[in-house]
């Protein structure tokens, strides 16, 4: 059964500062990872989507890696904001075909905090 | 704006009530989802319609009714619900599975409480 995890579960960071949200998953049989954005009592963004035979994918101030062998993502946002507080989650999708491929399979989620 | 549009955005109703969310998209797009999320907690898929057919059903309780009458309307009916299922009700659609390499897309959720 596939697991996501990400560390820190919480990062709080001043304004203007480059950082980087953890993401990792244990069955490496992935179609894509996608990253999220969720605003406090709001529905999920998504910011970027990873195919499985991709490194990297970039938007803006965010720039997302996959290390498919390693079962790593990382999201790195520059020049962080006020604006970017919010809570990041990532899911992967799951090699199948057929409707066992539609169940992402998401990770708790990293509150981040930019401080004015 | 999202392209999701779910009504309503709060619902407050009784155990003995029967109410329903709604969920719209003008994407195009040939799956549609609820999920149900608690408090500090990741989205957990409920149900899954493809082509306007029920694909999966992750054994959610016969309290939850879900419906697609076209490829655009997701509808979530409920009844005699538990104080438990109270949380944010989260519609999704995408393309069909074999063109897994687009994203989900949600709406704003409904938020649910059940008194």
């Known amino acids: 059964k596939q697991e996501v995890t990400q560390i820190p579960a919480a990062l709080s960071v001043p304004e203007g500062e480059n950082l980087v949200l953890n993401c990792s998953f244990t069955?490496?049989?992935?179609?894509?990872l996608q990253w999220f954005r969720q605003d406090p009592g709001k529905g999920l963004t998504s910011l970027l989507l990873?195919?499985?035979?991709?490194r990297e994918q970039t938007s803006g101030r965010l720039n997302a890696s996959l290390d498919k062998s390693s079962g790593r993502s990382t999201l790195y946002i520059a020049a962080s904001q006020p604006g970017d507080s919010a809570t990041y989650l990532c899911a992967v999708r799951p090699h199948y075909s057929g409707a066992g491929s539609y169940q992402l399979t998401f990770g708790k989620g990293t509150k981040l905090s930019v401080i004015p | 704006d999202t392209e999701v549009t779910q009504t309503p955005k709060h619902l407050v109703m009784g155990m003995t009530n029967k109410k329903s969310l709604k969920c719209e998209q003008h994407?195009?797009?040939?799956?549609m989802y609820w999920y149900k999320q608690k408090a500090k907690k990741p989205p957990e898929l409920m149900f899954v319609?493809?082509?306007?057919?029920?694909?999966i059903n992750e054994s959610v309780p016969s309290r939850f009714s879900p419906e697609c009458p076209n490829s655009s309307l997701l509808n979530l009916h409920l009844h005699a619900l538990q104080p438990e299922d109270s949380a944010l009700y989260l519609c999704a659609s995408s393309q069909p599975w074999y063109d897994s390499n687009q994203p989900q897309h949600f709406g704003d959720g409904t938020r649910l409480s059940i008194l």
């Open positions: 994407m195009g797009h040939r799956a």
């Open positions: 069955d490496s049989a992935i179609y894509n």
């Open positions: 319609y493809s082509y306007e057919k029920l694909s």
């Open positions: 990873i195919q499985s035979s991709q």
